[in-house]
Nanobody, 124 residues
Framework: QAQLVESGGDLVQPGGSLKLSCEVS????????MGWFRQAPGMERVFVAA????????IYADSVRGRFNIYRDNAKSTVYLQMNSLKPEDSAVYYC?????????????????WGQGTQVTVSS
C-alpha cells in the first residue's frame, strides 16, 4: 500500500526557516516525480514545487521561488522542502505528492499519491 508521510511542520516566526520531509513507501521511488503542494484554510490545494526523477531539475511556484528549495534522496526514498524567509502567507497544510510526468502538472488531480499533510504556521 502506498504511503507518503510528511513531517517537519511547526510554528515559526516570519523570516524563519523550516525543513519538511516526506518519506515514501512506493515501488520505484526513483522513477516518480515528487512535489509539494499547500492548502490554506478555505482555499484550494496549490502547487509549490516539484523535482524530477534524479533531482537534476526543479520547478517552483512564483510565490516561493528563491526562498524554497526542493530536493530528494533516492537512497532514502525521501523528498525534502527547505523553506527560508518564511512569510505569514506561507501558512498552510503542506502535502507531499507523487506523480509521473515532467514537466509536472500543477493540477491536483494529475498526481497519483498523497500524504496526510503537515501544518506550517508562520506567525509572530
Amino acid at each position: 500500500q502506498a504511503q507518503l508521510v510528511e513531517s517537519g511542520g511547526d510554528l515559526v516566526q516570519p523570516g524563519g526557516s523550516l525543513k519538511l520531509s516526506c518519506e515514501v513507501s512506493l515501488p520505484m521511488f526513483e522513477k516518480r516525480i515528487m512535489g509539494w503542494f499547500r492548502q490554506a484554510p478555505g482555499m484550494e490545494r496549490v502547487f509549490v514545487a516539484a523535482v524530477d526523477w534524479e533531482g537534476d531539475n526543479t520547478i517552483y511556484a512564483d510565490s516561493v521561488r528563491g526562498r524554497f528549495n526542493i530536493y530528494r534522496d533516492n537512497a532514502k526514498s525521501t523528498v525534502y522542502l527547505q523553506m527560508n524567509s518564511l512569510k505569514p502567507e506561507d501558512s498552510a497544510v503542506y502535502y507531499c505528492g507523487a506523480g509521473g510526468t515532467w514537466p509536472p502538472h500543477h493540477v491536483v488531480a494529475a498526481w497519483d499519491y498523497w500524504g496526510q499533510g503537515t501544518q506550517v504556521t508562520v506567525s509572530s
